[in-house]
């Protein structure tokens, strides 16, 4: 029997689940990536730079990561079935405005409104695996998550590649429709229908200061890659989040109803679990930005091959992550943890050694490693984080698991950047000086991946009550 239901849902029924689930995190991987290979070809036709076409991703950003907690409230509240489908409409239409857009500005804005739906998607998607599945086979949904998640991410920059070449760019958002329209369709026939709950005792306040805070941190962080850490924007942004994360934090001891339960964070093996997904997204993002830089620039890759090595990784990801499910299952979440993350561990210590004559074979090899350890420990780390899911409270927890990895994910791109970017001199760019400078980071992330492996450690499941 699943954690929430009343009764024992029927396999079939279970498994169209698990797709929805699964689905949401296809459409919403797929969605980032495709679009980040349009990018260039937006910025032409809107006539802008780099800097101004940005804002079609961070303002989805922003939105996406700012809205998450109030959406893991409202899963909690209204049913994780009832917001997961809200989502799915939301990203549809926004979709179909972002293709129809007439301008840049209307662009950005159906992007902030699209980044709603993804934050209802990201914070429920993992809360219909605990309603709809038994704990002893959450490993396999999980599984199947991170197995669409992985194919998006891998296929969104293909995909989006002929869909601009052969179609045009609109279709990079139309094709958002049919998969939304399928999940849909299929959460019509598995979804169990409750009644509606009011919302009472919605945290207002939190929602405002969790927001600000988060939008002006991930701001900061962002516009730090090109203007630079002690300039007076980014330094603005990141004290105004450090002001409204005090006044949150300050709320959430003082609300009935809190947006985020920090009792949760007094739990020391799921503290642990929170801080290993930091650091794996951290580590993750931080080499996915600089490494088209060491192939292109150190390797003079052209950036189709470039784009073929860095395929390498989540490639592999797709493969494994089913089999980093069904060994969650049979031997526990916290080994398969460990031993990704030692995976990942080695790789960066060989990644640390890239130079300008390093054997491709070895970068094949390392990337290869790289991407086994990210798709043994992320289904591994989502199914030990989840365990720890209270009834009434799951939406916050699984909103909890999206934000903290996004929020690393953000700060690993900015640190990376900050650190390749040191030696590199911008009247020449040598190879050399590409090298040197990737190294730095590589540096930071075999750092990180040591921090991961000691918090895969110390985390483990909710431990029965006897």
């Known amino acids: 029997m699943a954690e929430n239901s009343e009764t024992a849902i029927p396999l079939r029924q279970m498994r169209m689940a698990m797709l929805v ?98 934050a209802l998607l990201f914070a429920t998607s993992s809360v219909i695996v605990v309603w709809y599945v038994p704990p002893e086979q959450r490993g396999r949904a999980y599984g199947l998550n991170g197995l669409l998640a992985g194919t998006a991410v891998a296929f969104g920059a293909p995909i989006g590649g002929f869909l601009l070449q052969h179609w045009g760019w609109r279709w990079i958002f139309l094709i958002n429709i049919p998969v939304g329209l399928v999940a849909l369709g299929l959460a019509r026939a598995a979804f169990i229908r409750r009644p509606a709950q009011p919302l009472a005792g919605l945290d207002l306040a939190g929602a405002v200061y969790s927001f600000i805070a988060l939008s002006a941190l991930l701001y900061g962080l962002h516009r730090a890659d090109d203007q630079g850490w002690l300039s007076a924007q980014v330094i603005t942004a990141l004290l105004l989040a450090l002001v409204f994360l005090t006044l949150f934090l300050r709320q959430e001891t003082r609300a009935a109803v809190p947006l985020l339960d920090l009792g949760l964070f007094r739990n020391a093996r799921l503290s642990a679990a929170l801080l290993g997904n930091f650091c794996y997204l951290m580590l993750v993002g931080g080499l996915t930005f600089v490494l088209p830089f060491y192939l292109t620039h150190a390797r003079q890759l052209s950036p189709s091959d470039a784009g073929l090595i860095m395929m390498i990784s989540p490639g592999i990801s797709i493969i494994v992550s089913r089999i980093s499910g069904s060994l969650s299952d049979r031997i526990g979440p916290r080994p398969v943890c460990i031993g990704a993350a030692v995976a990942m561990l080695l790789a960066s210590g060989g990644i640390i050694l890239f130079g300008i004559a390093t054997p491709f074979l070895w970068i094949v090899a ?76 590589a540096g930071a992330g075999l750092v990180v991946a040591l921090l991961l492996l000691v918090a895969a450690i110390r985390s483990d499941m909710k431990r029965p009550v006897p």
């Open 21 to 118: 689930s699964a689905l949401a995190m296809f459409m919403a991987n797929l969605d980032v990536s495709i679009v980040n290979i349009a990018l260039p070809s937006l910025a032409q036709l809107y006539h802008t730079d780099a800097a101004g076409i940005s804002a079609v991703v961070l303002g989805y950003l922003l939105t996406l990561t700012g809205f998450l907690l109030v959406a893991g409230r409202l899963a909690d509240a209204k049913s994780p079935e009832r917001i997961l489908c809200i989502g799915f409409w939301i990203f549809i239409i926004t979709s179909i405005f972002c293709a129809l857009a007439p301008s840049l500005f209307w662009l950005t804005l159906f992007r902030i409104l699209q980044g709603i739906g993804g």
């Open 366 to 441: 390392l990337l290869g490693l790289l991407g086994v350890g990210r798709a043994l420990y992320v289904t591994a780390a989502l199914t030990m984080i989840m365990s720890f899911s209270e009834p009434g409270k799951e939406g916050m927890l699984s909103a909890a698991k999206a934000l903290i990895p996004n929020l690393g994910s953000a700060l690993g791109v900015s640190l990376f950047a900050l650190l390749y970017n040191g030696p590199l001199n911008q009247v020449m760019e040598t190879p050399e000086l590409v090298v040197s400078g990737f190294r730095n980071a």
